[in-house]
């Protein structure tokens, strides 16, 4: 296919998809083969990826909302230094709902970044004394996108911490979509309490709520649904949630659209159960790619 042949995107515009959002801080990146992501500044939160020829790739409600101490529902929410409740920070941590800072944004040949930044500051420390930057990489050409997420240690004492990119993935029909690669893992499942269980399904199918921690993920997952595909990798990142509210819960969901949860599944690349530490000076990495088919 030549390169005047690939359809343009339709551009991400905050207007048709979350109102909300109109106007807040937000940097798109587009690839020489139209493959293009949308960055919104707050939560360094990916908000919309489409690889080349193709359509949108990630969900956002369209009731989304974004300011101080509030997190987009849709997109990749960064999690950082804690998942969920599991620690005494706020859930999901300290970075999903503060302003990032755009370092560099660059369109290479077949590609195109952008880099944004968050570093403690006086707010941070005052709910959790460490001294951190990271940085999220966002990287798009053809049918791939990589998430990069760096946490350095800028202070002098190790510290502990859990992350995940909490990947919304748009769908045609939730109840339509099979996700291959999770047989043979155990899992913690959330929607029963914590229980242990493992994964026995080779192409799980999602009838409703599920809210699943599925441990010890080493091979590429495939999110397969009628005339579409998405390969899914992690590198350093050993958890998988997957996450749908289902229709009550979603219910209770404000900033969720009616009947969004039937377009939605999360599938995050998750350093959970193993929390991860960095000395001084240190720095960890932890990666997340998608490629559309
Ligand atoms: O990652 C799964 C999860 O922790 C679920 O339990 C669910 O509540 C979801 O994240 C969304 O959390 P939020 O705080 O964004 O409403």
Not at 21 to 34: H, S
Not at 58 to 73: E, M, Q
Not at 149 to 161: P, Q
Request: proline share 7%; charged share 25%; with cysteine.
């Amino acid at each position: 296919m030549t390169m005047s042949s690939v359809p343009a995107p339709t551009p991400f515009d905050a207007s048709t998809h979350a109102p909300a959002l109109v106007g807040q801080p937000q940097v798109r990146i587009q690839a020489p083969d139209g493959a293009c992501a949308t960055v919104l500044l707050h939560g360094g939160h990916v908000l919309s990826w489409q690889p080349a020829g193709g359509g949108e790739r990630l969900f956002l409600s369209s009731t989304a909302v974004a300011g101080p101490g509030l997190a987009v529902r849709g997109g990749v929410p960064v999690i950082f230094p804690q998942f969920e409740l599991r620690g005494p920070l706020p859930r999901h941590g300290l970075v999903r709902n503060r302003p990032w800072t755009l370092e560099h944004e660059e369109a290479g040949t077949d590609d195109a970044l952008a880099v944004l930044r968050i570093a403690d500051d006086e707010a941070t420390r005052a709910i959790w004394p460490q001294a951190f930057e990271l940085e999220l990489t966002v990287r798009v050409g053809g049918g791939r996108l990589d998430l990069e997420l760096a946490a350095t240690n800028t202070g002098s004492e190790a510290f502990d911490f859990t992350a995940a990119l909490h990947t919304y993935l748009a769908v045609e029909h939730l109840m339509a979509l099979r996700l291959e690669g999770l047989d043979g893992c155990d899992y913690t499942d959330s929607a029963e309490g914590g229980a242990r269980r493992r994964e026995y399904e080779q192409a799980l199918a999602i009838e409703g709520e599920v809210d699943r921690i599925y441990h010890g993920v080493r091979r590429p997952l495939l999110l397969r649904e009628p005339g579409r595909r998405l390969a899914i990798s992690m590198d350093d990142f050993d958890d998988v949630v997957v996450w749908n509210p289902g229709p009550e819960k979603a219910a209770a969901l404000k900033d969720l659209e009616p009947e969004g949860w039937r377009r939605m599944l999360c599938v995050e690349a998750g350093a959970i159960a193993r929390p991860r530490t960095v000395a001084p000076g240190e720095t960890w990495v932890g990666r997340q790619t998608l490629i559309a088919a």
